[in-house]
């Protein structure tokens, strides 16, 4: 594109993306599914900032200042900027809902220049944007779940498929797209980049003659995933790290997850209102989400059958064959499959998930079938569907602004917890949800966070509890204990803590550090000090730090090789 139209596309992407987001310049944020949890992760990271730790693994506040390991599960990566702009003055809500900004902007740009690459027509190119920002299923994930990790994966699933297509169908040498949109989507939602792993396998079995005869493509796919996971290494190791080091909630309940039971029922297709949120008394989740994308998306390739008899290319190959993906993804969503012969695929949770995938194969379906249906008249055409979807859309979200639970511009963080907008513990849960959500990286051995003591204890007794907690850091003093004491620490343990004390002689040593299986709280033996300074501080491990070195070296080396490259390229 030229210039002038690559301007007035990013126009067009960031109106669509402000009008997406139209119930929120009014107000605060809605408190949905999992919103309280993703503002207590910018929270979270702000204050570790505010604390001079820029690479958190834990959030030694969160949950009743028991600590929590956000970070080290959920890739904090992109939520640098919110955490920023929060530190610098902007409120919570709103730092949130710049990040939303970002995201759909971002969608809309790199699900446009897909569609640009297969179909090479602009009328295409703005009406997938379009369809992919406004589909129903992106906004359930934004206006009724909540789900941030999801709405960031939007942003990739493009520019891996861009990736897909060039390694496979098109310039094996612009494989960089591939390597950013796995490392993207690995670094926002760890089921998407699942997902779209399994989609890449099955590309692959698909070019799988292909491959064989032109060697080139298969060692771009490997130089594409190796530069990824040296890139995403700071947070893939430790967090495969912590998920094998002790049982975790998750894997008490996920392995007991009923795919058939939650996937969708017929009406479930056809449902378009997002009415319900957690504040209702009657709530339920299955009427609460549009788990489907809507009429134009799933009906607009339909088309397509008039069109079998246009030339075969490699672009017009790909996009029947995502088209066909898309629709078997769709279906895949449904009860009519027999998900219970595949129990391997519990990690997803749910079905629906599957939809994000069939948004992703069916808007530049969607959009270049259209176009080339309607060929002269699709000038028309296309403004058309677009100023229509938007008047629709906006009908369908706006209703999110009399929500009655609103988390305001000018709230502070602590009204997500201390009982102001809703009750801090959601009912009976065991620890503070509104910050950690489903609790799905707390130990399986667990305590009750709301009544457990903050205090020191050994065997039930409280024996210090003048506790100071700075950053990493809780320390407390003992006074005439007995040795070879273990005592329980009012942390939840996770692998990377590390214990030491301080004697009346200014004398320091090494104290034995375990989890009490019982409770997950960290337990330490102050061995020979019987009086002093105890201090349990998140060191981390030595895997953590070889990661982090790993991703500085590979984005050094990354550096280097563009520098050389783009020099190369000059000389010639």
Not at 410 to 436: C, H, K, N, Q, W
Not at 446 to 454: E, N, P, W
Not at 537 to 549: D, E, R
Request: hydrophobic content about 45%.
């Amino acid at each position: 594109m030229k210039r002038k139209q690559q301007l007035f596309f990013v126009l067009f992407c960031l109106v669509i993306a402000l009008l997406s987001l139209a119930p929120y310049w009014t107000h605060g944020v809605n408190l949905e599914h999992d919103t309280c949890f993703h503002l207590s992760r910018i929270e979270g990271l702000a204050q570790s900032f505010k604390d001079g730790i820029f690479m958190p693994r834990i959030y030694p506040y969160k949950n009743n200042n028991f600590g929590y390991a956000s970070p080290l599960f959920y890739c904090d990566f992109f939520l640098i900027i919110p955490a920023l702009l929060y530190n610098a003055g902007l409120s919570l809500a709103r730092s949130y809902q710049f990040l939303l900004l970002l995201c759909s902007f971002f969608s809309a740009w790199y699900m446009g220049k897909l569609t640009m690459k297969l179909s090479r027509q602009q009328p295409a190119m703005y009406l997938a944007a379009f369809l992919y920002v406004f589909s129903l299923y992106r906004f359930t994930d934004i206006y009724v779940r909540g789900a941030l990790g999801e709405v960031l994966a939007f942003v990739f699933m493009p520019v891996a498929l861009i990736g897909i297509y060039e390694v496979l169908w098109g310039d094996e040498k612009k494989w960089s797209w591939l390597m950013t949109g796995y490392s993207g989507l690995l670094l926002s939602h760890t089921l998407s980049f699942y997902l779209m792993v399994l989609i890449l396998i099955v590309f692959i079995l698909i070019r799988w003659h292909v491959l064989n005869q032109q060697r080139q493509r298969g060692t771009a796919i490997i130089k594409a995933a190796l530069w990824a996971i040296g890139l995403c290494s700071f947070y893939l190791w430790p967090m495969l790290e912590q998920m094998t080091s002790q049982e975790l909630y998750l894997h008490y309940y996920a392995g007991s997850s009923d795919l058939a039971s939650t996937a969708l029922n017929a009406w479930q297709y056809t449902e378009m209102t997002m009415n319900f949120s957690v504040s209702n008394i009657n709530y339920d989740p299955g009427q609460a989400m549009t788990t489907n994308l809507g009429v134009l998306i799933p009906i607009l390739p339909l088309l397509g059958v008039f069109l079998f008899n246009q030339e075969k290319t490699k672009e017009s190959n790909f996009l029947y064959l995502i088209c066909g993906l898309g629709y078997l993804c769709y279906f895949l969503c449904s009860r009519l499959f027999p998900w219970e012969y595949f129990a391997w695929m519990r990690i997803i949770q749910f079905p629906w998930r599957l939809m994000s995938l069939a948004d992703l194969f069916l808007c530049p379906a969607a959009a270049i079938i259209s176009v080339r249906f309607f060929r002269r008249s699709g000038i028309i055409v296309v403004p058309f569907l677009i100023v229509c979807g938007i008047m629709v859309g906006l009908i369908r979200i706006m209703p999110v602004a009399e929500r009655p639970i609103i988390f305001g511009t000018d709230m502070p963080y602590e009204a997500l917890i201390d009982g102001t907008l809703l009750d801090p513990y959601y009912g009976d849960s065991f620890y503070v949800r509104p910050e950690i959500a489903g609790a799905d990286y707390l130990p399986v051995a667990q305590t009750d966070y709301r009544t457990a003591s903050r205090c020191v204890t050994v065997e039930n007794k409280e024996i210090a509890c003048g506790i100071e907690k700075q950053g990493n850091k809780t320390s407390f003093e003992i006074t005439k204990m007995g040795t070879n004491t273990w005592m329980q620490i009012p942390v939840t343990y996770y692998k990377g803590y590390t214990a030491a004390a301080v004697d009346t002689n200014g004398k320091q040593f090494k104290l034995p550090i375990i989890m009490n299986k019982d409770s997950g709280l960290v337990e330490v033996n102050n061995k020979n000090v019987t009086s002093g300074i105890i201090t349990i501080t998140y060191s981390g491990t030595w895997i953590q730090k070889a990661s982090a070195l790993l991703t500085f070296l590979t984005c050094c080396l990354w550096i280097y090789s563009q520098l050389i490259y783009r020099k190369k390229d000059r000389s010639i």
